[in-house]
Every structure is written in structure tokens, then in C-alpha cells.
């Protein structure tokens, strides 16, 4: 019933079920979140790592893998060893220095509480659904105006390739 592997949510459930083994093995697979550059105002530095700020990684794997997901505090899964350069670490959760980039980039929060908005369009994948789920939330935090935005495959492929996405997975 599942593409590769069941959801991380459902490994409790499966746990439970005495005619199923749970396992898990090393993997040089892993998620990433991907940011079109060519779009205003991810195109400026001081949102990127606003964004960056603004994810809480903990609550990522609590919320959408049940605890089950290492999140990653670098560009490389840990199955990589020797070859991930461990000095180059993804930016700390920290709601107020991202709000405070946000405001540095000329972006404050207007009237409606909102600086500006983005589209998150994930694959038809449900580890990414749930992180972008999880994203579309920690971003409004902090006053983007994120909206998840899902299509069938073919078509997030295509828009993927046309750089018609603001956020995806």
C-alpha cells in the first residue's frame, strides 16, 4: 500500500501489530526544502536565512514523523560521514532573529499582520505533504502569508521544471 515505505505517522500503529517488524536502516535518503531564488523576495539573502530561522526542526519531526525523523542540521545525511562538511549548519531555530531578518529586508508585518506571501507545493509524497504542513505553519509565525498549494505529480513535476513554485520539497 505504500510507494517506498509507510509514513513515519503510521510506525506506531505498525508497531503494535504483532505480524509486522518494524526496521529501520542507514540511508543516504532524506527531504530537503527548496526555495525558488528567481522569486522576489526569496531572492534576497536576509529572507533566505529568515526562513532558515524560522524552522523549528524539533517540532517538524515531533508533528509530522511522530519523533521518528533525525532532522538534519546540515546540507548532507549522516550516512554521508567523512564527506560532510560539519562546520556548514543550517541556521538554528529562532522566531524573533527571524522576524527581526524579515524586518532588516525591508519586509515588515503590515496591517493585516502579513509581510508577504508564498506558495508551499509539495510532491504527492506524504513525508513531504506532512513537512510542508508543518513548514506552511512555522512560516506564518513568523507573518509569511505561506498557503499549501497541491497538485497531481505530473503537474508538480512541470511546474518544477518551470520554476513555477515558490516553496516545495
Known amino acids: 500500500p505504500y510507494d517506498y515505505a509507510p509514513p513515519l505517522?503510521?510506525?506506531?500503529?505498525?508497531?503494535?501489530?504483532?505480524?509486522?517488524?518494524?526496521?529501520?536502516?542507514?540511508?543516504?535518503?532524506?527531504?530537503?526544502?527548496?526555495?525558488?531564488?528567481?522569486?522576489?523576495?526569496?531572492d534576497k539573502r536576509e529572507v533566505r536565512q529568515a526562513i532558515g530561522h524560522a524552522i523549528d526542526?524539533?517540532?517538524?519531526?515531533?508533528?509530522?514523523?511522530?519523533?521518528?525523523?533525525?532532522?538534519?542540521?546540515?546540507?548532507?545525511?549522516?550516512?554521508?560521514?567523512?564527506?560532510?562538511?560539519?562546520?556548514?549548519?543550517?541556521?538554528?531555530?529562532?522566531?524573533?532573529?527571524?522576524?527581526?531578518?524579515?524586518?532588516?529586508?525591508?519586509?515588515?508585518?503590515?496591517a493585516d499582520g502579513w509581510r508577504f506571501a508564498v506558495t508551499v507545493t509539495p510532491p504527492n509524497f506524504v513525508d513531504c505533504k506532512a513537512m510542508m504542513e508543518v513548514l506552511v505553519q512555522q512560516l506564518r509565525q513568523v507573518g509569511i502569508n505561506a498557503k499549501l498549494e497541491q497538485f497531481d505529480q505530473a503537474t508538480w513535476f512541470r511546474r518544477q521544471f518551470e520554476k513555477n513554485f515558490d516553496i516545495s520539497c
Open 57 to 110: 526542526r524539533e517540532a517538524m519531526n515531533k508533528l509530522a514523523f511522530n519523533g521518528l525523523w533525525k532532522p538534519a542540521i546540515h546540507a548532507s545525511v549522516e550516512s554521508q560521514g567523512e564527506w560532510i562538511n560539519r562546520s556548514a549548519k543550517f541556521p538554528e531555530y529562532d522566531k524573533a532573529k527571524a522576524e527581526k531578518l524579515l524586518d532588516e529586508a525591508g519586509l515588515p508585518r503590515k
Open 9 to 42: 505517522a503510521e510506525v506506531p500503529a505498525l508497531r503494535r501489530n504483532n505480524a509486522v517488524k518494524v526496521v529501520f536502516t542507514p540511508s543516504h535518503f532524506s527531504r530537503d526544502i527548496q526555495l525558488n531564488l528567481a522569486r522576489p523576495p526569496l
